[in-house]
C-alpha cells in the first residue's frame, strides 16, 4: 500500500448505504476497511471492491472488545484512517406501550454505542484531515410509534456526533451525521448510491464552513 493512499473504515458494513459508500471510495482508491457481524456480507460486498487493497473484520461492533478490537486492528493494518463511516442501527417493531427497557437499551447499544466504540478504537489513526461520519434518519425528529427504539437511537446518535466534532476539532478531526428525510429505495433520491454520495460530500466539506449535522436532500 502506498503510504499516501486513503484509507475509509466502514463499521456495519453491509449491502446498503454502507456498501455504496465504500465502492464510492474504493473507486476513487482507497484502501477499504470492514466490520460487520457476518462473515458472508463482508465477502460478498469484498467482492465488489476489487482491484482495491481490502481488509474484513467479523465483530459485534458494539463490543468495546471485538467491536473496537476489529477497527483498532484495521487502522494498525492499514496504517491510517482517513473516513471512519459509522453506519449500524436496530429496527425492532414495538411501540412505546409494548418495548421494554432491555430492548431499548439492547437497540441503544447498537444504533449509538458503536459509534462511541469505534471512535475511541480509531483515535490513535485518525489524523489531521480525517473524518467521521454516520448514517442518519428523519426518525431523530419525526420518530415512528410503531418502532420508538429507532428514533432514540437516531436522535442519540446525531446527539454523540456533535460532543464528538466539538472534542475532535483542535486536532483537525470532524464529525458529521447526514440525516436521510426519506425512505431508502433501489433508485431515484434516496437510492444506497444517492445516500452514499451525500454522505462522501458531507464529509469533504469546507473545515471553515463545518456543519456537524447536513440533512439530506439539503
Known amino acids: ?26 473507486a476513487d482508491g482507497w484502501a477499504v476497511g470492514l466490520v460487520g457481524n457476518g ?26 472488545v471485538t467491536g473496537g478490537g476489529a477497527v483498532a486492528d484495521l487502522g494498525r493494518r492499514l496504517g491510517r484512517i482517513d473516513l471512519l463511516h459509522v453506519n449500524p442501527s436496530a429496527y425492532r417493531e414495538a411501540d412505546p406501550l409494548h418495548l421494554d427497557v432491555e430492548g431499548l437499551l439492547d437497540d ?21 484531515g480525517s473524518r467521521v461520519t454516520v448514517t442518519g434518519s428523519m426518525a431523530a425528529d419525526e420518530p415512528s410509534a410503531a418502532a420508538a427504539s429507532l428514533g432514540v437511537q437516531k436522535a442519540g446518535v446525531r446527539n454523540l456526533v456533535r460532543s464528538l466534532d466539538a472534542t475532535l476539532a483542535p486536532e483537525g478531526v ?31 466539506q469546507e473545515a471553515a464552513d ?7 436532500p439539503a
Open 1 to 26: 500500500m502506498s503510504v499516501e493512499q486513503r484509507v475509509v473504515v466502514v463499521v456495519g458494513a453491509g449491502p446498503g448505504v454502507s456498501g455504496s459508500l465504500a465502492r464510492r471510495c474504493a
Open 39 to 64: 462473515e458472508s456480507a463482508l465477502e460478498d460486498l469484498a467482492s465488489t471492491l476489487v482491484p482495491a487493497r481490502v481488509e474484513r473484520r467479523v465483530a459485534d461492533v458494539s463490543d468495546p
Open 108 to 128: 441503544v447499544r447498537l444504533g449509538v454505542g458503536a459509534l462511541l466504540v469505534a471512535v475511541q478504537a480509531a483515535h490513535p489513526y485518525l489524523r489531521p
Open 174 to 204: 470532524r464529525a458529521v451525521s447526514v440525516t436521510v428525510r426519506g425512505a431508502l429505495a433501489r433508485e431515484g433520491t434516496f437510492s444506497h448510491d444517492a445516500v452514499a454520495e451525500a454522505i462522501w460530500q458531507a464529509a469533504h
Open 210 to 216: 463545518w456543519r456537524p449535522e447536513v440533512s439530506y
